[in-house]
């Protein structure tokens, strides 16, 4: 374990740490790019690199994005990423009197013990999860990546049909190229590049950082109004800390289980979190008014998801969102392939992999005490600016899996899908986890209905498939009631 | 488009993508594959376009069914995507101009990417799409356009190794 920490601090490893959080937290500080977005622009660099820079690169950008969102979320009262949402509740009306840099403060520190709280529980929870899952066959994989997929496409923003016909397209697309049972060729059309399939990182490229370029040109004329006092990091005193910590507690924990529920995510986290923090803190009565427990329990949270997140991604092999689908792909370009055999063949990889992430997250607090004084300039970087750049590193990137300019028109036609599909709210996180997990489902499928002489119920009467057909069910209900509660509060 | 609109017309162009791929895996080609196997190499995309097709149906028909003003859909719960909502909330007619720009480039961009060398396509194209976009502060736009392009081909091929065109 130990050693590990020693290969981390390698100059290389570091500088890829230090990188990748800084780049995080910009891109997750300006509104409309985010974690997917960032973990996108960088994914090109991780083919010149080793698998641990490269997982330190993509974690840092990952821990370093969520963390980010909460700055514009406290400054603009424009959330950088979804999940700071709930921070803006808080911390804008403290921006507003001129505390700003106080509540980046908050912020800071609920990230902080967010994230390492996950950090530790991944620590713990991976590595058993990991080993209990070798007794593990066919249909309890199927029945895993079902749970994924119908999960994502519950929660998914807009209507469930959507998000399944969303996660549906994105398992067909996995289809094209060579059957994984048979060998022989699907819907490649005579087309030789297709022969191989669709490239999965050139689709994930363009549907996730093209069609942002597309929906940010109908969204150019949006304004923001920009605090100018106050902007000094602050970092809140011991007293009012102590006053808040079973929130901090509270918050981590929540985000954490949510992490590792599969399609939740880090605003479903956040949200939860932060009504219950105004159900139960001590502070509840100043909710929406500049309190700090109102910042510290939307940013435990939604950085505690992020560790959360992992567990299943590296254990299982199985995402739970669209950001851990990318790291999983990385990790399959790079020749390692996450699941319980990871664990038992290549533990030393495992617990890099954790202190990268515990690391990370002291990190991003550095960079946000030292930019907060200029994050107001740099949420002003024009967006027609920005635009150009992107789609650069869009192309380039996926120009860099093979050198072929196949992969930068797949890119373009992923582009301008992805922004059909989120024009009409089709949640593209449903897509990413259909195309991740695409092979993976067929192939679990197909040998567990070997397993059963063709019975597709008799996948699910074996006592773990069972098992998780009845949670995937009771999670999906449960999600919903809570979802149905928060619209009928807020009628 | 008005979201039921909308939902319609998405469901239609998933149902005739559905049909053509439905037509496809009935070619003869596919009948000769599998053999010696317990199932053909379109049995499992042919259970997913089932699947398509019948949610395109559900799709359509909460399209179609839905009352004429009728209170709209509750707010959505949250997810973890980013943006869609926003867009989806912008009047798309009066912002087609710049959507236009963009794309109109970014193809032409796609289309010349591999056949000309990266500087003399990514410069142009940086440096076109933030001035037509409507940005006219010179001083900030030429260093972006130029210096993005040039940082990033000495990062790939100088410092990662990795060609480009």
New interface residues.
């Given amino acids: 374990m130990f050693d590990s920490l020693a290969l981390v601090t390698s100059p290389d490893i570091l500088l890829a740490m230090v990188g990748g959080t800084l780049l995080g937290v910009v891109v997750g500080a300006i509104p409309?790019?985010?974690?997917?977005?960032g973990l996108s622009i960088v994914l090109?660099?991780t083919?010149?690199?080793g698998t641990l820079p490269s997982m330190a690169l993509l974690l840092g950008v990952y821990a370093g994005s969520v963390y980010g969102g909460s700055i514009s979320a406290i400054l603009i009262n424009m959330p950088g990423?979804?999940?700071s949402?709930a921070t803006s509740l808080d911390g804008y009306p403290m921006a507003r009197r001129g505390q700003a840099g106080l509540a980046i403060g908050w912020a800071s520190v609920a990230s902080l013990v967010g994230g390492t709280f996950s950090a530790f529980v991944l620590m713990t929870v991976a590595s058993p999860l990991a080993h209990f899952s070798l007794q593990l066959g066919p249909p309890e994989f199927f029945a895993l990546t079902l749970m994924a997929l119908v999960c994502v496409a519950a929660?998914?923003?807009?209507?469930m049909?959507?998000g399944?016909?969303a996660g549906?397209?994105g398992?067909?697309v996995a289809?094209v190229g060579g059957?994984p049972?048979?060998g022989?060729l699907?819907?490649d059309y005579g087309i030789l590049e297709l022969s191989g399939g669709v490239n999965r990182i050139a689709v994930l490229i363009g549907v996730f950082a093209?069609s942002?370029?597309?929906?940010q040109?109908?969204?150019?004329?949006?304004t923001a109004e920009y605090p100018n006092t106050g902007l000094g990091f602050r970092l809140p005193a011991w007293g009012p800390l102590a006053a808040r910590w079973k929130t901090f507690v509270k918050s981590s924990a929540i985000g954490t289980f949510i992490g590792i529920l599969p399609g939740t995510?880090?605003?479903?986290a956040s949200?939860v979190s932060y009504i219950e923090a105004k159900r139960a803190g001590r502070f509840r009565e100043k909710f929406g008014t500049g309190e700090p427990e109102g910042i510290v329990a939307s940013e435990a949270a939604n950085n505690a998801v992020t560790g959360g997140a992992l567990v299943p991604s590296l254990a299982l092999g199985i995402p739970g969102?669209?950001?851990t689908a990318l790291i999983v792909s990385l990790l399959v370009i790079k020749d390692v392939q996450p699941g319980p055999f990871l664990f038992t063949e290549n533990p030393q990889f495992v617990y890099s992999v954790y202190w990268i992430f515990f690391l990370t997250n002291f990190i991003m607090v550095v960079f946000g005490a030292l930019l907060t004084p200029v994050f107001t300039r740099i949420l002003k970087i024009?967006t027609?600016?920005l635009?150009?750049?992107i789609?650069?590193?869009a192309?380039?990137g996926t120009?860099?899996l093979s050198?072929?300019?196949f992969e930068?028109?797949t890119?373009?036609v992923a582009?301008?899908v992805g922004f059909l599909l989120?024009?009409?709210?089709?949640?593209?996180?449903a897509l990413a986890i259909g195309l991740i997990l695409g092979p993976l489902v067929?192939e679990s499928?197909?040998q567990s209905?070997?397993v059963t002489d063709?019975s597709f119920p008799a996948i699910f009467l074996r006592p773990y498939s069972g098992l998780i057909l009845v949670f995937t069910v009771l999670l999906i209900l449960a999600?919903n009631l809570k979802?149905r509660d928060?619209?009928g509060g807020?009628? | 488009m008005k979201?039921r609109a909308?939902?319609a017309v998405?469901a239609l162009a998933?149902l005739l993508a559905c049909g053509l791929?439905f037509v496809?895996t009935r070619s003869d080609y596919?009948a000769d594959?599998?053999i010696g196997?317990?199932?053909?190499?379109?049995?499992?995309?042919k259970i997913?376009?089932a699947?398509?097709a019948l949610?395109?149906l559900?799709?359509l028909a909460?399209g179609l069914v839905r009352r004429r003003g009728a209170a709209p859909?509750?707010?959505?719960?949250?997810?973890?995507?980013?943006?869609?909502?926003?867009?989806?909330a912008?009047p798309?007619a009066r912002?087609?101009a710049?959507?236009a720009?963009?794309?109109g480039l970014?193809?032409l961009?796609?289309a010349l990417?591999?056949?000309l060398p990266?500087l003399a396509t990514?410069i142009p194209?940086?440096?076109l799409?933030?001035y037509l976009?409507?940005?006219r502060r010179l001083v900030?736009?030429v260093p972006?356009?130029v210096g993005?392009?040039v940082a990033?081909a000495l990062?790939?091929e100088h410092?990662?190794?990795?060609?480009?065109?």
């Fill in positions: 409309g790019l985010g974690s997917i977005l090109p660099f083919f010149g690199l990423t979804p999940q949402a929660v998914s923003r807009g209507s049909v959507k399944l016909l549906l397209i398992l067909f289809v059957d049972i048979t022989d699907r819907f093209l942002e370029v597309f929906v040109a109908v969204q150019l004329h949006d995510g880090a605003t479903a949200f969102d669209a950001v024009p027609e600016l635009m150009g750049a789609t650069i590193f192309f380039v120009y860099s050198g072929s300019a930068v028109v890119c373009l582009g301008i989120r024009i009409n709210r089709f949640p593209l996180s067929e499928l197909r209905l070997i063709g999600l979802g928060r619209r807020k009628g | 979201g909308a939902d998405y998933i791929l496809e596919y594959t599998g196997f317990n199932s053909s190499s379109v049995f499992y995309p997913l376009i699947l398509l949610l395109g559900v799709l909460q859909a509750p707010a959505p719960a949250p997810a973890a995507d980013t943006a869609e909502t926003t867009a989806a912008v798309l912002r087609l710049p959507l720009v963009v794309l970014t193809t961009f796609a990417f591999a056949r990266f990514s194209y940086s440096l799409l933030g976009l409507g940005y900030f736009l972006t356009g993005v392009p990033v990062v790939f410092l990662l190794g990795i060609p480009l065109p």
